[in-house]
């Protein structure tokens, strides 16, 4: 294996190919009573001499299996942003007594290290303020599990006013609401009643807990796709010690670019009830449940499944593609399933494409934010296979509930359910009417991994500089990924796949980007297009053109597509018809149209009017006087484009895949990939009196 320590790129290079600009780290306004009085400790001095916690420090004490062989005790007195859930005493004896250990020196040394990392996040000090815009925090704990986050109201009995809000985490642990938000040098202890409970299921065994559920798992069951599920929880041939972590240098600063350290398998379920698939479907035991699903997909009767139980696990079995449907291969966290990082959610709904367990189909999942779109969906929460509503559709789509019902945990070792008020089907009216849009994907929406291994988790966040020391912890680290860890991604030898996590101030849509670069003037990637129902579609691809770009060809199924791509922004306004709206020309309506539809004859489009970045230092994403948008954006000599890579048929039952080579640089290579568009001629070729396509 090839081994990559150090990659030289000049200043403007790195910085014209990320769109970056430098900010510093800024925290929300916190109100002056929610701190306790600073005692200048650190974390592992607050849990040792607050004899309180002293039962949950002798645990971290012993919890000697953490990353690059420090002991965690010894990482919590060094400087950094920690959160700490400290369980007090009477929670741990609790714990001691439920498990059956006569004290905190029994529970071996394994399981230590466990409960310590789920009781740590490391990389962000939570305030109480900050809990109330979540349902699970988005950074993960020390034990790569997400915390759920549940409010627990308390109202005046009398008045009905409410007292004070607090909050319960993974339905276990309950802030102590006296002592919370205790300040150290290095972070904020959050101390809690309970021990966190943690779920080691997989995802299947933890449905089955749940009886409201049990029929969406028998079907899971006899498909077959509870196997995949409890099969598939981590690629142990994965070896990030064959690779090094990669620097960027830029003269200015260091670009830390880390190597993942896992590859995990993740999953989701959107799991319709029970009680919803009788009232709805008539559905109330298996047999009814495949005779709906062959009413939608056909294929062999009930009678030849049953005398042949294998049929049902076959890719094309109705049951099996109904339940596949309403399943992703990637773990899917409530609110990083969307983003709202660099998005108008004023004028767009947030919303992402993701390709499902049944092959070659694609599911919509949109988050409810535009007021005018509502149309009695809930506000803020999920939706799967809404209609475009800018465009006339009535398809109000498939609720997905944020919290599971009861006291039954959601997120598994390797996956999450949801509950749903309907099942979501992938036949000739969703083709018809949920596509019948602009697909605008995110690149990172093509990799599963991305989420399974929380290396995108969906967050906003300012700019933290990653730093030259790994072992310095940042809010929203870097990555780079070797040939072999994406799957179905081919990557060539000279070439160098980034990720740029996600920062508001970025020129990026969702505030990351992928970029391509190479030593040697040559790389050369593959990967698959998601599929859509079979038609005309044109492919564009959004970034922001610079300087520092190079030429690139692109292919779809390994044919090259129309002429190679300038991503550089040299005569830039003379081969494309971009145009500013406030260049001084005082255009009519008319003519700015006239001057779009040149610009759209040459293959271009200006960036999106609902995207946008933050200009400037120390703001905070949603601050509408420092909004930048994306449309005729070309602040510092860039510009926010797509570009139509080309127009094609595609079909539907044949996996599509993308292919990008380079042609011509000059020094080191670098494409930005930012997102990729799918466009029905529905919608790009309107022209007259139909429904033509917004600028948003």
């Known amino acids: 294996m090839k081994k990559i320590k150090n990659f030289y790129i000049g200043l403007a290079a790195v910085l014209a190919s990320t769109g970056l600009m430098l900010v510093s780290s800024c925290s929300d306004d916190i109100p002056a009573e929610s701190y306790y009085t600073f005692t200048g400790e650190m974390m592992s001095d607050y849990l040792q001499n607050h004899e309180d916690y002293s039962e949950f420090a002798t645990i971290v004490k012993r919890a000697t299996n953490s990353t690059r062989g420090v002991n965690i005790m010894d990482l919590l007195s060094v400087r950094g942003q920690f959160t700490c859930f400290a369980p007090t005493n009477a929670a741990v004896q609790k714990y001691l007594a439920q498990n059956g250990y006569a004290s905190v020196n029994d529970i071996p040394v394994d399981i230590c290290d466990t409960l310590a990392r789920t009781h740590l996040i490391n990389g962000k000090a939570y305030n109480t303020v900050d809990f109330a815009n979540y349902t699970s925090l988005p950074m993960v704990n020390m034990n790569d599990r997400y915390l759920t986050v549940k409010p627990d109201t308390l109202v005046d009995e009398d008045t009905k006013d409410t007292l004070y809000v607090n909050y319960v985490f993974n339905r276990s642990g309950e802030i102590i609401y006296a002592q919370r938000n205790d300040s150290v040098e290095n972070g904020i202890v959050q101390p809690i009643n309970a021990v966190l409970s943690v779920s080691n299921q997989s995802l299947p065994d933890l449905m089955l807990e749940n009886p409201s559920v049990s029929l969406f798992v028998e079907a899971m069951e006899a498909t077959g796709i509870a196997f995949i599920m409890r099969n598939k929880i981590k690629d142990a041939s994965w070896n990030p010690d064959l690779y090094e972590d990669l620097h960027i240098y830029s003269g200015a600063q260091t670009d830390y670019c880390h190597i993942p350290k896992q590859k995990k398998y993740g999953f989701t379920a959107f799991a319709c009830p029970n009680d919803v698939l009788a009232a709805t479907y008539n559905i109330t035991d298996l047999k009814t449940f495949y005779e709906y699903a062959r009413g939608i997909y056909g294929g062999d009767t009930w009678e030849t499944v049953q005398a042949n139980p294998d049929k049902m696990m076959e890719w094309r079995n109705p049951l099996r593609r109904l339940i596949a449907y309403n399943c992703l291969d990637r773990l899917g966290i409530y609110d990083n399933l969307t983003s709202i990082c660099s998005i108008d959610t004023k004028v767009i709904n947030p919303t992402e494409w993701y390709s499902t367990m049944d092959s070659l189909t694609t599911i919509k999942v949109e988050r409810l934010t535009v007021q005018q779109y509502l149309k009695g969906g809930k506000k803020n929460e999920l939706y799967l296979n809404r209609g475009d509503m800018r465009r006339g559709s009535s398809t109000l789509g498939v609720h997905v509930f944020p919290e599971v019902s009861g006291d039954y945990e959601n997120q598994a070792l390797n996956g999450v359910y949801y509950l749903t008020d309907g099942l979501v089907r992938y036949d000739e009216s969703t083709k018809d009417d949920i596509f019948n849009t602009r697909m605008r994907l995110d690149l990172y929406t093509f990799f599963p991994e991305m989420l399974n291994n929380t290396i995108r988790d969906g967050r906003t966040a300012n700019r933290i500089a990653d730093s030259d020391n790994p072992d310095v912890s940042v809010a929203s680290p870097n990555y780079w990924f070797p040939s072999g860890y994406l799957d179905n991604v081919k990557i060539n030898e000279d070439g160098v796949f980034l990720f740029q996590s996600q920062h508001n101030t970025y020129w990026s849509y969702e505030g990351d980007e992928f970029n391509l670069y190479s030593a040697n003037e040559s790389y050369d990637i593959t990967f698959n297009l998601p599929s859509v129902p079979t038609g ?161």
């Open 536 to 696: 005309t579609y044109q492919i564009r691809l959004g970034f922001c053109a610079m300087a520092s770009r190079g030429i690139c060809q692109f292919y779809l199924d390994d044919i090259p597509r129309g002429i190679p791509l300038d991503m550089r922004n040299t005569n830039f306004v003379d081969r494309t018809g971009w145009f500013a709206l406030t260049d001084g020309n005082n255009r009519t309506a008319e003519e700015t149209e006239a001057a779009k539809k040149n610009m759209h004859n040459l293959g271009w489009y200006h960036g999106p009017r609902g995207v946008f970045n933050i200009v400037g230092e120390g703001h905070q994403d949603g601050d509408e006087t420092v909004q930048r948008s994306y449309f005729c954006n070309n602040g510092g000599g860039g510009y926010t484009v797509r570009c139509v890579i080309c127009t094609e048929n595609l079909d539907e039952n044949v996996q599509h895949t993308i292919r990008i080579k380079s042609v011509w640089a000059v020094g080191p290579t670098v494409a930005m990939l930012d997102y990729i568009e799918i466009v029905p001629k529905s919608v790009f070729g309107v022209e007259g009196e139909g429904k033509a396509e917004d600028d948003y």
